[in-house]
T-cell receptor, first 113, second 112 residues
Framework: ETGVTQTPRHLVMGMTNKKSLKCEQH?????MYWYKQSAKKPLELMFV???????ENNSVPSRFSPECPNSSHLFLHLHTLQPEDSALYLC????????????FGPGTRLTVT | DQQVKQNSPSLSVQEGRISILNCDYT??????FLWYKKYPAEGPTFLIS?????DKNEDGRFTVFLNKSAKHLSLHIVPSQPGDSAVYFC???????????FGKGTKLTVNP
């Protein structure tokens, strides 16, 4: 595997479910990001991790809980989501926090029913 | 309040001609700008960037122009190829903040 991978690619969940999105980067980068892309809206930064420490939490509701166990892996734990949380969730990485060139995964298309 | 705007949701050009994608920004503190390309079912891929100390950066068929006084940048693709058909996102960052602010994207279609 090369680059940034994300699983699952598609996820349908009910409002009472708990699920997790997984991201893995094979680039040796030190910073990882979660973005949300809703229909007709720009990409919105959710969380940033640098060397496994969270450095940015962009006013994201607590029903989204990130986890970064090491510099190659990033998770987004989801619980009691709302239908408006349906979106494309993109993971990205960069060499360091502050390096603007970011490398994105293919995304997870999430539908909340 | 949208700080980075791509006012054209779509653009269609003929193969071999020039494609010009435009982006406007409102925050004069932005000092670094990037273009990303996104194919369906894939994540965005970095294409080209420019810092505010330059007004032009070129990489093969892709050239980005920056007009700081107008708070405007553009991406030129010459000659356009059908494989360039994708959604193009403009993004901006500023020193002291590592966040990127993205536009909504412009869907480019290059017709054979």
């Amino acid at each position: 595997e090369t680059g940034v991978t994300q699983t699952p690619r598609h996820l349908v969940m009910g409002m009472t479910n708990k699920k997790s999105l997984k991201c893995e980067q094979h680039l040796g980068h030190n910073a990882m990001y979660w973005y949300k892309q809703s229909a007709k809206k720009p990409l919105e930064l959710m969380f940033v991790y640098s060397l496994e420490e969270r450095v940015e939490n962009n006013s994201v509701p607590s029903r989204f809980s990130p986890e970064c166990p090491n510099s190659s892996h990033l998770f987004l734990h989801l619980h009691t989501l709302q239908p408006e949380d349906s979106a494309l969730y993109l993971c990205a990485s960069s060499q360091d926090w502050g390096t603007y060139e970011q490398y994105f995964g293919p995304g997870t298309r999430l539908t909340v029913t | 309040d949208q700080q980075v705007k791509q006012n054209s949701p779509s653009l269609s050009v003929q193969e071999g001609r020039i494609s010009i994608l435009n982006c406007d920004y409102t925050n004069s503190m932005f000092d670094y700008f990037l273009w990303y390309k996104k194919y369906p079912a894939e994540g965005p891929t970095f294409l080209i960037s420019i810092s505010s100390i330059k007004d032009k950066n070129e990489d093969g068929r892709f050239t980005v122009f920056l007009n700081k006084s107008a708070k405007h940048l553009s991406l030129h693709i010459v000659p356009s190829q059908p494989g360039d058909s994708a959604v193009y996102f403009c993004a901006a960052g500023r020193g002291g903040s590592e966040k990127l602010v993205f536009g909504k994207g412009t869907k480019l279609t290059v017709n054979p």
